[in-house]
C-alpha cells in the first residue's frame, strides 16, 4: 500500500528520497483513484475517530493526493497538506478545487524536520506514510513536536502480522510492487513508538483495504522482473496465508486485504 504518501522524513538527496520521487511522480493518478485509497467510509471513520471540530487546525505529513486533507476540511478550521512529491501537492490542488475547499493550504517539504515550529497545529495525521519512512521514530517525534498540548497525533497505516516470518514475507513483497517501501509495522511496533516517543497508549480501530493482485500491480512501477516474482510470493502465500493478508484466489484473480490501523493519542 502506501502510494503517494511523499514526504518521507529524509535528508535532500538521499537514495531513497530519489526512489520516493520517482515512484510517486508515476504513481499520483493510479494511488489517487484506487477504490481503497478513496473509500468514503474509511475516510469518514477516520475523522471520525479522531474526533476533531470546527476549532482545530489540522496538519497532515505525507499527504499525497491529498484525500484525507479534504475530508478533515469539512469539518475543521483549517487543514495544511505537506508532501515531497510536487506532482502529488498539483493534484491534491486540482481536488481541492473540484470540490470547492477553501480552508487548505498545501506545501512540498520533507518531514525531518517539519518546516514548522513548535505547537503550531491541534491534530496532525499522517496516512499510509509511515511504513516508507527510514526513522518512523524521528517522524512521530517531529509530529508531536508541532502538536499543541492537548492535541492529537493520528498515524494510519498497515499493522501487518505480528508473526515475524509473515511480517518478513510481506515486507519482501511491498518491497518488490514499489522499490520505495521501507518496512510495514505490526501493531506492538507501534504501540512502542507512542511510547518512546512520551505518548500515552493510542486508541485504537481497524479497516481493511480490499485489493486484487492485478489491479494492484496495474497501479504500481515494479523494477523489470519483480512482477512475477510478487506473483510467485502471493501463489505460494494462497494456502498458509503466508503474507499476512488473507489472500485467496476468487473468479480466477488473487484477491487480499492490507490490515489498517488507526492509531490516536494526546499530547501531554
Known amino acids: 500500500m502506501g502510494r503517494g504518501t511523499g514526504g518521507k522524513g529524509l535528508p535532500p538527496m538521499s537514495t531513497h528520497q530519489d526512489l520516493i520521487l520517482d515512484q510517486f511522480t508515476k504513481q499520483v493518478v493510479p494511488f489517487a483513484t484506487a477504490p481503497g485509497i478513496k473509500d468514503e467510509d474509511a475516510l469518514k471513520l477516520v475523522v471520525e475517530f479522531a474526533g476533531v471540530g470546527p476549532a482545530d487546525t489540522v496538519l497532515d505529513v505525507a499527504c499525497g493526493p491529498g484525500l484525507i486533507v479534504c475530508a478533515f476540511a469539512k469539518v475543521v478550521k483549517h487543514v495544511t497538506g505537506i508532501d515531497l512529491v510536487p506532482a502529488m501537492i498539483d493534484h ?23 518546516p514548522y515550529p513548535d ?4 491534530v496532525v495525521t499522517s496516512r499510509y506514510a509511515f511504513h516508507h519512512f527510514t526513522d518512523p521514530e524521528g517522524v512521530l517525534a517531529e509530529m508531536k513536536r508541532v502538536c499543541t498540548p492537548g492535541g492529537k497525533v493520528v498515524v494510519i497505516d498497515a499493522a501487518i502480522s505480528p508473526d515475524p516470518a509473515k511480517a518478513a514475507a510481506y515486507n519482501r513483497a511491498e518491497k518488490l510492487r514499489d522499490p520505495s517501501h521501507t518496512r510495514a509495522l505490526a501493531l506492538a511496533e507501534f504501540e512502542l513508538l507512542f511510547r518512546w516517543t512520551g505518548f500515552p497508549a493510542p486508541r485504537k480501530t481497524f479497516y481493511k483495504v480490499e485489493a486484487d493482485l492485478d489491479d494492484n500491480l496495474q497501479r504500481s512501477f515494479p523494477n523489470p522482473g519483480d512482477a512475477e516474482k510478487l506473483r510467485r510470493m502471493f ?34
Open 92 to 114: 491534491a490542488r486540482g481536488l481541492q478545487q473540484q470540490k470547492g475547499i477553501a480552508n487548505v493550504t498545501w506545501q512540498v517539504g520533507t518531514v525531518m524536520p517539519l
Open 235 to 268: 501463489e505460494e502465500a494462497l494456502d498458509t496465508d503466508g503474507l499476512g493478508v488473507g489472500a485467496h484466489r476468487k473468479d480466477g484473480k488473487i484477491h487480499f486485504a492490507y490490515p489498517v490501523a488507526v492509531l490516536v493519542a494526546e499530547k501531554g
Open 119 to 122: 505547537a503550531s497545529f491541534s
